[in-house]
């Protein structure tokens, strides 16, 4: 069975920053484009970053510069460092890799002072 484990969000100050994992139980994770997406209350689900398996980035394109995707294709990690958090950033965060429905359980990140 496929698991998608999100960890790292908390509660954090505006100007703070946090890092975000995800462990994928994914036998074909480092051939897939990996996708960190995001939900806030009453918003639609958006694309935050994602990385290709040859570790080639793109990123939401108010988010760049803020943000750092990464992943470790040993570890079947994928991480999301975020800086210069805002109130905006507050969101459920999802792992998710592309080309599929597997979805996990997603970490809050909350953006308060």
């Known amino acids: 069975q496929v698991q998608l484990v999100e960890s790292g969000g908390g509660l954090v100050q505006p100007g703070g920053s946090l890092r975000l994992s995800c462990a994928a139980a994914l036998s074909v994770f480092s051939s897939s484009t990996m996708a960190w997406y995001r939900q806030a209350p009453g918003k639609q689900r958006e694309l935050v970053a994602r990385?290709?398996?040859?570790?080639?980035?793109d990123y939401a394109y108010s988010l760049k510069g803020r943000f750092t995707v990464s992943r470790d294709n040993a570890k079947k990690m994928l991480y999301l460092q975020m800086n210069s958090l805002k109130p905006d950033d507050t969101a459920v965060y999802y792992c998710h890799p592309l080309e599929t429905s597997l979805w996990g359980q997603g970490t809050q990140v909350t953006v308060s002072s």
């Open positions: 990385i290709n398996p040859a570790g080639v980035t």
